[in-house]
């Protein structure tokens, strides 16, 4: 009885250990599809039928990723073994020689995504028990108020807050301008911005007419929503550094949690310019590719919030690097949330944000709309302000190939933004 009870252990073992052993990958599928925003999804699949899935969206580049993926990274990843996710991280990043960029960390992240998201079906775990498990129960949201005017963005902040919300993102409409970021008047969404010629939309930017505002704007929503409402706001990078800094400054009296790309990075030495001169909270980092270009900002701590999203920083395991090493340097995390990055991305992000020690807070707008939730099956719980990580084992997400293929492709751009003499600026 004790030999055959040996033998039968041996053999489950054996069983286990040669199907942990090899994974093969067979397929590689690339999807480009538009649920009122295009998005880049990858699928992977394996030998033994098990699949993840991965987001590669790059707004207004999406079929140059598409190609990426396509032409250049599936061929090189057939009959690998799936498990070996940091061992394929490091071919597709440091076999080419051409590294970093948006277009190719992408490609990067969306596979990397899908191994994770194989890993944890595979041991029937969701990703962040691999990952190290829970460092909170649930994840903390900041949602967005976008007003045609800053008694509009009020109303907006209080329905929010109504609704659970102890975070908001205040943006409204300036005074003189014909468009303002993050606030689309009648229109829905960029697509009609473009009309029937795709093509960047230009929009105006003027520094005195902003300045004009947004102090004002922050005044009167402490008056009207009181102290214990966290504000944060977007500058998107439209202000020099000195700008930044009076405007950092100006808003101390009213403790924002923190003020979000105050101005451009690519001179990382410009955070250094801020941060002599205000204590407001500083955030930077949706349109950084890799630990890299967020390297000085973070040992420097000139910032914050490190707000690196997954899709376009490498994936899971790039991220989680970026997380450790901010968290050496007392800075946290805030992932980028934009309606341009997939619900893949944001599972992703939920993973790393239920698990990392220094996570702070999670940009969200919502899936409401009907046929993004078509394309991707999720199951997302988001209640007073917080949102709860899916126990699925993987992502804990799914992927409708018809529906996808359903809701075609259409050529789109983000705005092009000029001074009000004609100069190209910062969008």
Known sequence: MLSYLINRFSKSFYQIGVRVKMLKIEQVKVFVCNPGRNFVTVKIITEQGIYGIGDATLNGREMAVATMLEEHIAPCLIGRDAHNIEDIWQYLYKGVYWRKGPVNMAAIA??????????????????????????????????????????????????????????????????????????LGDKKDYFELQGSRPLPPEETWSTKKYFAMVVELFKQARERLGDQIDFLHDVHSRLTPIESARLGKLLEPYDLFFLEDASIAENQDNYQVIRQHTTTPLAIGETYNSIWECKSLIQNQHIDFIRTAATHAGGITAMRRIADFANLFNVRTAPHGAPDLSPICFAAHMHLNISAPNFAIQEFVGFDNEQLNQVFKHNYTVESGMAFVSDAPGLGIDFDEDAAKALPYKRSYLPVSRLEDGTVWNW
């Not at 990397?112 to 190290?132: E, F, H, S, T």
């Not at 909170?136 to 800053?150: D, K, P, T």
């Not at 008694?151 to 303002?180: M, N, Y």
């Open 110 to 183: 969306a596979i990397d995504m899908a191994l994770w998201d194989i890993k944890g079906k595979v041991a029937n775990l969701p990703v962040y028990q691999l990952l190290g498990g829970k460092s909170r129960h649930a994840v903390n949201l900041y949602a967005h108020a976008n007003g045609e005017s800053i008694s509009d963005t009020l109303d907006k902040a209080e329905a929010l807050i109504k609704q659970g919300f102890k975070a908001i993102r205040l943006q409204a409409a300036i005074p003189g301008l014909a468009v303002t970021y993050g606030v």
